[in-house]
């Protein structure tokens, strides 16, 4: 049994969320680059755009490099006592979450490169959307182990065991 994740487990899940994070809040400049796509045809890109692919590419190979840990390594049981409940919930959002890691850049790269509108609106917007919700609803989970259960699970993306 895996009692805390690796070092290179909690590098890979902060920096994965930095990176999602910046994309998140700072999308605009491949918004307003698809914009300009469907209403002019091609242009050469914006820097800002080719940041935003940058990222998206960088967030795919660390996913891919987390669940290879994940599988080999594992990861740490929750707190004894969870309720089976928030066990299940946990474990349905971080499915979620790694579908939508992997969803949204594959979306948003097949829209780009491939000029699949669909995806790019798919990529845009209703993925954007639950992976807003999903960060939202594990930020929280998080903060209700934290602050109101005090079970320590937390702590295992703090410090390496």
Do not use: C
């Amino acid at each position: 049994m895996v009692k805390a994740y690796s070092r290179t487990q909690i590098f890979l899940h902060w920096a994965v969320a930095l990176l999602i994070l910046f994309n998140l809040i700072f999308s605009d400049a491949m918004t307003a680059l698809w914009r300009q796509i469907e209403h002019t045809g091609p242009t050469p890109t914006t820097t800002g755009a080719w940041v935003h692919i940058f990222v998206g590419v960088a967030v795919l190979g660390l996913v891919a490099w987390r669940l290879a840990l994940r599988v080999t390594r594992g990861a740490p049981h929750v707190p004894a006592g969870t309720h089976a409940l928030l066990k299940f919930a946990g474990d349905a959002g971080h499915i979620a979450l790694y579908a939508l890691m992997i969803a949204l850049p594959g979306t948003g790269l097949f829209a780009f490169f491939g000029g699949f509108e669909t995806l790019g609106d798919l990529h845009g917007g209703v993925l954007k959307a639950l992976l807003w919700a999903l960060i939202a609803l594990h930020v929280g989970a998080a903060f209700y182990h934290h602050l109101v259960l005090k079970d320590g699970l937390l702590n295992r993306m703090r410090k390496s065991g």
